[in-house]
């Protein structure tokens, strides 16, 4: 347990309007990930982060922007939520070991 | 996509049976790790083989890696119901990025 708490854990929100959600660790792991799951797909990564204020692409992160201003947590973005953004994000983290830590999921549900 | 695809979907066994999946990824890797996710939780590490090694194991579980075929296979000796998750392989060719799998459900039944 590396501890990460996700918030929100369930959300439902409106066509258009816009969504955070939030990954915190205690760990003082360097990288940071975010991933969306669906059904068909598995895990897909959508941002990572690999300090402070460093931050890449996954590939689907188009409509996402993410932050990171602490080490200890990582922020997604959705500008303009869509239908197609209902999902569940996982955040994850990485501390250069043989393991990558999760946290226990953010239900999004766009209506 | 970098992902890869987890082999079959959908697993269904008896307990004490063994359960086998594998995965096949597209590049070439630094090493391949494998992840159990039970219903509505996060996934947790099973096990990571590196791109040098061809077999390793962990308790009841047995990976093993074919780089020449991109591919690996995972094997759960006498299941348990408590084994009952979907399992997921992921592959580091980048060296800070981690991709994975569409899954195996695997389904242990008593």
């Known amino acids: 347990d590396a501890g990460i708490t996700q918030s929100p854990r369930h959300k439902v929100t409106e066509t258009g309007t816009p969504v955070t959600l939030r990954c915190h660790q205690t760990?003082?792991?360097?990288?940071m990930y975010w991933y969306r799951q669906d059904p068909g797909h598995g895990l897909r990564l959508i941002h990572y982060?690999?300090?402070?204020?460093?931050?890449d692409k996954g590939e689907v992160s188009d409509g996402y922007s993410v932050s990171r201003s602490k080490t200890e947590d990582f922020l997604l973005t959705l500008e303009s939520a869509t239908s197609s953004q209902t999902s569940v994000y996982f955040c994850?983290?990485?501390?250069?070991?043989?393991?990558?830590?999760f946290g226990e999921g953010s239900w999004l549900t766009v209506v | 996509s970098q992902q890869g695809e987890e082999d079959p979907q959908a697993l269904s066994i008896q307990e004490g049976e063994n359960a086998t999946m594998n995965c096949s990824y597209k590049?070439?890797?630094?090493?391949l790790q494998w992840y159990r996710q039970n219903s509505g939780r996060g996934l947790v590490h099973l096990i990571l083989?590196?791109?040098?090694?061809r077999e390793k194991h962990s308790g009841r579980l047995r990976v093993t890696l074919d780089t020449s075929k991109k591919s690996s296979s995972l094997l759960i000796t006498a299941s348990r119901a408590a084994d009952t998750a979907s399992y997921f392989c992921?592959?580091?060719?980048?060296?800070?990025?981690?991709?994975f799998g569409t899954g195996t459900s695997l389904t242990v039944i008593p």
């Open positions: 994850a983290t990485w501390d250069l070991s043989n393991t990558i830590y």
């Open positions: 760990e003082n792991h360097r990288y």
């Open positions: 982060s690999y300090g402070v204020k460093d931050t």
């Open positions: 590049t070439s890797i630094n090493n």
């Open positions: 083989i590196r791109s040098n090694e």
């Open positions: 992921a592959t580091d060719y980048t060296g800070n990025q981690f991709y």
